[in-house]
């Protein structure tokens, strides 16, 4: 709903009913706003779904917080180690990885486990997020048949959760960068940038996702194995660099270009030049991001979390029918 | 056009379309995609109009399944109508079923602060009824409890307490007269009839026909998501108990036509329309 119905909210008819007080309400539904969407076939227009969308967000920040406070203390109570696992998972990932790969390859990156690691951490953010997202409409059936609420802030608030678990993930990152101290450098003020640009983007692909599995309950079978195959064809246990050394593609340069396409090239290769630098160390080691290919992610990003958005608001309306 | 109504739909109509269900699966979408296959389609309400005007309570009865809940629904701006209208004027509150547990792992003082959240409350509004729905719910220390460990009464009357703690221009009510303990039912009612008489309107579905009686002055007689009496309570009443009693022996023949005994065939699938879920 849009602005119309905060101000519907306060709306107090005098008329209404002579107990008081009479509480400012903001309805399930009230309004013009409400009528209008109730108003239905043809329904409105992609921009107007997506300023409504947004507004939403906007207008349901105490709701969206709530929502991420439940969800950490759910993870925090839930198990007997509770928030350590936020910070064991990717150490205990980081250790089959670093076991892995010593074994396969004969010449690992120097400071391998870093170098994996400024990968890990931020894919660990992404893929947890998905996970959550993809059930987060479906497990709320019972509230959205019951209560008109913008279903938006679901999504969103399980992306807005995915940070917090992504902050205590910074801190063994934080740990094994103090064993390569030599690797810290100022750089590291590019961090931030970085894991925005992937905010955006993991909010897009959350919201369409969670959308999807309303219709498609199986989406989450799939999606794990998407997800591993994703990992492994993004630049995370490997380097670009590596990828174009390697004969085959250095005969097809077109699958090297097709390799740095994918927004997790981006973002790794980014994240690794801020946190590890170049392999062999040299001095000054760490260098800023490719901030041109950063910045047109940002941008795709942008327009896909429109295209999303769009797309979520314009389903919404099912989802009672077919929960 | 000053017609003084709270709510007014228009030739409403709600179509469910099959294809796509709790358990519709990527590989049945495509099966039916390739095959061809008509979109399977069923209208939950169809051709349902009527106006309600400030101060009157209307009841919808029906058997199950007859389109009710979805009815509610609609006006609630939970679902959207297939075809038709709807317009609905002023702030809506409504009870579409109690036991509303926000969140398991949260207390019931923080369920009710996220219970406000997602029914829109100003965060000072819901500070200001928090004494008011503790109270009332009366669930003592369990108030400081996580959900999880509620007994499914309790559920209710937090759930009951946190709908009715607002005063809406509008409520709609579905089966919420029949929760709880004798006492909290009594207090409940008390509640609702409180509500009843300071909203500007309501609709409630209810099977107690001695309430609509006693409490609504219009009713509507819903069969399949088609209107097919709506007026006076006593002649809706009289007009379903009819039916019901009508349908009841037809069953009663049938099961006996087979040679069962209708007394253990106690299954009340009275009237029920296709596939209707919830």
């Known amino acids: 709903m849009d602005e119309g119905q905060d101000q519907g909210a306060v709306r107090a008819d005098p008329s209404l009913s002579a107990r008081d007080p009479v509480l400012p309400f903001r309805a399930m539904s009230s309004g013009d706003a409400a009528a209008a969407i109730r108003q239905s076939p043809g329904g ?7 300023r409504q969308g947004i507004s939403e967000i906007l207008s349901r920040r105490r709701l969206i917080r709530y929502l991420v406070q439940a969800d950490m203390k759910k993870r925090g109570t839930d198990t007997v180690l509770g928030n350590l696992w936020w910070i064991l998972d990717p150490l205990l990932q980081l250790i089959v990885y670093v076991i892995f790969v010593s074994i396969i390859a004969r010449r690992p990156a120097p400071d391998y486990p870093l170098f994996i690691f400024a990968a890990i951490v931020p894919w660990k953010w992404f893929s947890s997020v998905i996970t959550d997202a993809t059930t987060c409409v479906v497990a709320n059936e019972k509230l959205i048949r019951q209560i ?7 999504p969103v608030s399980v992306t807005t959760a995915g940070v917090v678990g992504f902050l205590w993930g910074l801190i063994p990152l934080g740990g094994l960068m103090l064993l390569h101290a030599d690797r810290i450098s100022i ?10 640009v992937q905010f955006v983007f993991t909010l897009a692909m959350a919201v369409l996702i969670s959308a999807a ?13 998407l997800l591993r195959l994703w990992w492994f064809l993004s630049p995370g246990l490997y380097s670009l660099e590596n990828l174009r050394s390697v004969q085959y593609v250095q005969d097809h340069p077109i699958v090297g270009d097709l390799f740095a396409l994918n927004p997790f090239a981006v973002l790794f290769e980014a994240y690794r030049a ?10 000054p080691s760490a260098h800023p991001p490719d901030l041109l290919a950063l910045g047109a992610l940002l941008l795709a990003s942008v327009v896909l979390l429109g295209f999303c958005i769009t797309f979520f608001k314009r389903v919404e309306p099912e989802f009672a029918k077919v929960l | 056009m000053t017609s003084n109504y709270a709510i007014k739909a228009a030739e409403l109509g709600v179509r469910y379309d099959l294809r796509f269900n709790r358990k519709t699966t990527v590989r049945t979408s495509v099966a039916n995609f390739v095959l061809r296959r008509p979109p399977a389609r069923f209208w939950a309400l169809r051709q349902v109009s009527f106006e309600l005007s400030h101060g009157e309570s209307l009841a919808v009865i029906g058997p199950n399944g007859a389109g009710k809940s979805t009815l509610l629904q609609v006006l609630a701006g939970i679902m959207r109508p297939s075809e038709g209208t709807v317009d609905v004027r002023g ?4 009870l579409l079923g109690l036991g509303v547990g926000f969140d398991n792992e949260l207390s019931g003082i ?3 602060l996220l219970g406000g959240a997602f029914l829109g409350l100003e965060d000072a509004t819901v500070q200001q009824i928090l004494p008011s729905i503790v109270e009332f719910a009366d669930l003592g220390e369990f108030i400081d409890a996580p959900l999880k460990t509620y007994s499914q009464g309790m559920r209710a009357r937090l759930g009951f307490a946190i709908a009715t703690a607002v005063d809406p221009d509008i409520l709609l009510l579905d ?15 008390a509640r609702v009839i409180e509500l009843v008489q300071a909203a500007k309107g309501v609709v409630l579905v209810t099977h107690d026909m001695e309430w609509v009686r006693e409490y609504c002055n219009r009713a509507m007689l819903l069969e399949k998501g088609r209107v097919v009496l709506e007026g006076d309570p006593e002649e809706v009443v009289r007009l379903h108990l009819e039916r019901t009693a009508a349908a009841t022996a037809a069953r009663n023949a049938e099961a006996l036509a087979k040679g069962l005994d209708p007394a253990a065939f106690a299954g009340p699938r009275g009237g029920g329309a296709g596939r209707r879920r919830g």
């Not at chain 1, 008109?148 to 679901?154: C, E």
Request: hydrophobic share 50%; aromatic share 14%; glycine share 8%.
């Open chain 1, 274 to 283: 801020v946190i590890y630098g170049f392999p062999d160390g040299a001095q």
């Open chain 1, 187 to 196: 750089m590291l003020v590019w961090f931030p940038v970085i894991a925005f």
């Open chain 2, 110 to 112: 923080e369920n009710i």
């Open chain 1, 44 to 50: 409105p227009s992609s921009l107007s779904l997506l």
């Open chain 2, 91 to 94: 702030n809506v509150s409504g």
């Open chain 1, 213 to 225: 599995n309303v219709f498609f309950r199986d989406l989450g079978n799939a999606l794990g194995h």
């Open chain 2, 175 to 189: 089966e919420v007269l029949a929760t709880g303990d004798a006492n909290f039912r009594a207090k409940s009612k």
């Open chain 1, 148 to 154: 008109a609420f913008p279903k938006l802030v679901l």
